[in-house]
Antibody
């Protein structure tokens, strides 16, 4: 199993960013997937979940601003981040269920 | 939202010592399907988190059997029977019974 996040970087407040998580080594379409983040020096913060049937759930702090989606043909999970705030600065991890995690991608929101 | 309270926040242990971490939930984590979606993770310094325990008491793949999980309803415990140096890091509980899902604040295990 391999999960590789990409798309992070430095972005100004109010702008947008789209994260990707490329999955391999398992039948991607069969698994629910999470995005979880970790601000510098802080604990884990659950962000969003998408089921194998594409049902979605969001943390209150990101609801209406972030969108989780998946492309089963490309074995890829996405997180669209809109209206970014400084408090969204974090390492963003994708995870297969709770079992397997990627290495994370850094998002920095700053002017 | 469900609040998970982990205690202690810092745990100092010697190699070989047995230790426990508590995770208390603000509401029952027993789901209507009969499962309790409570998990334990370890994050070693500079690494991604690793799942140790799933559904309260099931040992994750490749996880040493010195780790064990127990509990029900709102009270859960992770026990390490004989701490080893590789066990140092921050431990988190997580619940996925009630959306939005939530993590505890973490327990840092350090060497005494």
């Amino acid at each position: 199993v391999q999960l590789v996040e990409s798309g992070g970087g430095l972005v100004q407040p109010g702008k947008s960013l789209k994260l990707s998580c490329s999955a391999s080594g398992f039948t991607f379409s069969s698994y629910g997937m999470h995005w979880i983040r970790q601000a510098p020096g802080k604990g884990l913060d659950w962000v969003a979940y998408i089921s194998s049937s594409s049902g979605t759930v969001y943390a209150d702090a990101v609801k209406g601003r972030f969108t989780i989606s998946r492309d089963n043909a490309k074995n890829t999970l996405y997180l669209q981040l809109n209206s970014l705030k400084s408090e969204d600065t974090a390492i963003y991890y994708c995870a297969r269920g709770t079992r397997d995690w990627g290495q994370g991608v850094m998002v920095t929101v700053s002017s | 939202d469900v609040v998970l309270t982990q205690t202690p926040s810092i745990l100092s242990a010697t190699i070989g010592q047995s230790v426990s971490i508590s995770c208390r939930s603000s509401q029952s984590l027993l789901d209507s399907d009969g499962n309790t979606y409570l998990y334990w993770f370890l994050q070693r310094p500079g690494q991604s988190p690793q799942r140790l325990i799933y559904l309260v008491s099931n040992l994750g793949s490749g996880v040493p059997n010195r780790f064990s999980g127990s509990g029900s309803g709102t009270d859960f415990t992770l026990k390490i029977s004989g701490v080893e140096a590789e066990d140092l890091g921050v431990y988190y509980c997580m619940q996925a019974t009630h959306a939005p899902y939530t993590f505890g604040a973490g327990t840092k295990l350090e060497l005494k």
